[in-house]
């Protein structure tokens, strides 16, 4: 049987097991409970929608994923009905809103973006450890060729950051950095992509942060850089197109 | 191998940047408690604007009485709208800084009945005071005083979170908020 581990959705769920798992002690049972109705609601609902609509069946490690997320960033001591109908959101948009096959938006942080939108509280408690973030983020940003995108979001957003005065690193949510910012299929693909898609990403952030600071910079600097990735694919595309037929 | 090699370093230098981003922040904390000591030696109120201690260094006459403030920051702020900060014995003010992370005061007490107006500002980065019970969620800009009122009518202890995403810390920043009957 093929060890279940080495698929990296799978880490990646351990990994925010473990982070959760970290938060308990300060954050109760409640926020225990609340991430697994997240996690229920996305993966029952992905299911539902694959079976319904495309008539497969799947192991929704993904939903999974969405789920914990964007549990572990709303507010837990809001009412549970309102984390379904954000959870749920995730997963629609997911099979609504494509471009050439492929979500457009990171589901989870969609679904962030519309509850910032509606004025529910963001409170990133799964963040719990940023020691354990970074190390298992680098090796994971590596292992699935990400580092690109965390350069480009890294350099932009210190220096800018850096020119205010401001000490980018007391501001950083690593677990933004290295779990929200590489999902891998609406991230972009390539170096340069990479690099473009982090930076529009860094410079969104600093612009959020100095002109409607009451929104969450992260979710929708990542909004605004998911937005650009049909354009960076296009322009990709096109330059393809016109390079010289190498002789 | 190589790559491997500048992926350990660059962790280290993550990890060792933001151990002296915090170390950095800690000791801005005591210097903040010290200075908060040297305002209170001076008895002359609470300063209109901002609710904490008044300094005899900044003072300013309006209509025959005279105000004593904080900084000379709030005398300006005082100067902009002297109606709004001119004393109503029937609300009561408390004031709150919010710095990364955590709130000042860590406990507000009132009454039941009582009419608040909370003076909140922000010592570093833009935050947020999010009371669910209450339906406030507004946030605080550094530089800002942000005014919320309200009306103390429901009793218990309330969480007064940060809405605002102000850095790695932001989760684990609470104060209270005691309603008594």
Not at chain 1, 60 to 79: E, K
Not at chain 2, 149 to 155: L, P, R, S, V
Request: with cysteine.
């Amino acid at each position: 049987m093929k060890n279940p581990l080495i698929d990296k959705r799978n880490q990646l769920i351990l990994f925010l097991g473990i982070l959760l798992a970290v938060k308990m002690p300060q954050a109760g049972a409640r926020f225990a409970l609340w991430v697994l109705t997240g996690i229920i609601v996305a993966a029952l609902s992905d299911i539902l929608i694959r079976r319904i609509f495309y008539k497969q069946k799947i192991t929704p490690n993904s939903a999974i994923i969405t789920g914990f997320i964007t549990a572990g960033i709303i507010d837990y001591n809001q009412p549970f009905f309102i984390l379904s109908v954000f959870v749920l959101l995730a997963i629609i948009s997911k099979h609504i809103i494509r471009y050439k096959s492929r979500h457009v938006f990171n589901p989870a942080n969609f679904a962030l973006f519309a509850a910032a939108f509606f004025r529910v509280p963001l409170t990133w408690a799964i963040e719990s450890n940023i020691y354990f973030i970074i190390a298992f983020g680098l090796y994971m940003a590596y292992s699935i060729r990400k580092l690109p995108h965390v350069s480009g979001f890294l350099i932009l957003f210190s220096a800018l950051f850096m020119m205010q005065g401001i000490n980018p690193f007391m501001l950083i949510s690593w677990f933004f950095v290295f779990v929200m910012l590489i999902e891998p299929k609406t991230s972009g693909f390539g170096r340069l992509n990479g690099f473009i898609f982090g930076s529009i990403a860094g410079i969104a952030a600093f612009l959020v942060f100095r002109f409607v600071p009451r929104y969450d910079l992260f979710v929708l600097s990542l909004f605004a850089a998911n937005a650009f990735i049909p354009l960076l694919e296009m322009l990709n595309k096109k330059n393809r197109a016109g390079l010289p037929t190498g002789r | 191998m190589r790559l491997k090699w500048i992926l350990i370093m660059l962790g280290l230098f993550f990890i060792g940047t933001q151990a002296i981003a915090q170390m950095g922040h800690c000791s801005m904390g005591t210097e903040h408690h010290h200075a908060e000591i040297s305002h209170s030696e001076e008895e002359l109120g609470t300063c209109p604007v901002m609710g904490g201690a008044a300094s005899k260094d900044y003072s300013y006459t309006h209509e025959g009485k005279t105000y004593y403030f904080c900084c000379p920051w709030c005398i300006d702020e005082f100067k902009k709208n002297p109606e709004k900060y001119a004393s109503n014995p029937n609300i009561k003010e408390v004031s709150i800084e919010a710095y990364q992370f955590g709130f000042s005061p860590e406990q507000i007490i009132l009454k039941k009945g009582d009419i608040i107006k909370i003076l909140a500002v922000s010592r570093d980065v833009t935050h947020g005071i999010y009371i669910k019970e209450y339906n406030i969620n507004v946030p605080v800009k550094k530089g800002n005083v942000t005014e919320i009122e309200f009306t103390a009518d429901k009793t218990g202890e309330f969480d007064i979170l940060c809405s605002v995403y102000c850095g790695h810390g932001h989760n684990s920043m609470k104060a209270k908020l005691i309603v008594e009957e």
